[in-house]
């Protein structure tokens, strides 16, 4: 059977062979991603079955701190999670503006100009503890809007914080960072991560999530599509290349309440990021107080 000048009885059947292969391969892939472990996988899973002694006893300490970028998808989750917890005295939201919140009283907005955020530094006094949610991306804001803020404005306010008391900063970059990397946006966060290195903070954590899975309120076609692609991936293999934002919060608190493992380095991949969350794969049946039991670990 021909079509035009297609000879259909040829081109289908090869189509339809690269398309079984193509889908296996890939599958091999996503299962691959999906078994392998991480180097610490024990300790990071030790880490999610304790978080209910560490929180307690993290709050019995006394800690403050400060969220830049809680106006992002994630960050609004981690002070939802947060807010739930109740494990610091003081929650100090630091961004370009305000957004309507429903949280306990030792939440507090703060709205600063990054551009001169040396002016601010009293917002960070004595918040010892530092979560930094903030980014943009390169269609919102440009190449140098981009660079501007998961860049610089992320290091300034850095440097600020632990002028002011921060021990410890915990950041969100991303899964490929490379400060050597041919593209914008892994070079960006691997020379903030680079940065973030010679500023001897007490304790660093950074967070490499995958794909980030979230249904954004602003709206970004390219990214909705690409999402809804990967929804059947993400529930077959979970922790292959994908992530939830709430793991990631989740593992951003556990992380937080755990005593230091001894390092003040502290790198975490996607793999590390669902097991520390205590509510992901791969780590036994005791449950991170962080999850509601219906979200027991398998």
């Keep these: 059977m021909k079509f035009l000048w297609f000879r259909c009885d040829i081109i289908l059947p090869s189509a339809a062979l690269a398309v079984g292969v193509l889908a296996v391969a890939l599958a091999g892939f996503f299962i691959k991603r999906e078994l392998e472990g991480t180097e610490n996988t024990e300790q990071h899973c030790t880490m999610a079955h304790e978080a209910p002694e560490n929180v307690e006893r993290f709050k019995s300490e006394g800690h403050s701190a400060f969220v830049l970028g809680h106006t992002g998808e994630l960050g609004k989750v981690l002070v939802d999670e947060l807010n739930k917890l109740k494990i610091f005295k003081k929650v100090v939201l630091v961004g370009r503006r305000e957004i309507p919140l429903d949280v306990g009283p030792e939440f507090e907005q703060k709205v600063v100009d990054f551009e001169n955020i040396d002016d601010y530094k009293d917002v960070f006094k004595d918040l010892d503890t530092g979560f930094s949610c903030l980014g943009t ?162």
Excluded at 155 to 168: F, R, W, Y
Excluded at 181 to 203: C, I, N, W
Excluded at 268 to 289: E, L, M, P, T
């Design 137 to 298: 991306t390169r269609g919102k804001s440009g190449v140098q809007g981009f660079i501007r803020v998961d860049h610089d404005y992320v290091l300034m306010s850095a440097e600020v914080a632990k002028a002011q008391g921060c021990k410890h900063f915990s950041l969100v970059s991303s899964q490929g960072a490379d400060k050597n990397s041919s593209f914008l946006y892994p070079r960006t966060k691997g020379q903030v991560e680079e940065a973030l290195k010679v500023m001897h903070f007490d304790r660093l954590s950074i967070f490499r999530p995958g794909v980030l899975m979230v249904d954004r309120e602003e709206s970004r076609p390219m990214e909705a599509a690409f999402r809804a692609l990967l929804k059947p991936v993400s529930y077959f293999f979970p922790t292959a290349i994908s992530v939830p934002v709430r793991i990631v919060a989740l593992a951003l608190i556990n992380n937080a309440v755990a005593p230091p493992s001894g390092s003040t380095f502290e790198l975490y991949d996607n793999k590390a990021i669902h097991q520390i969350s205590g509510i992901s794969k791969g780590c036994g049946v005791k449950r991170s107080q962080s999850a509601p039991e219906r979200t027991r670990t398998d």
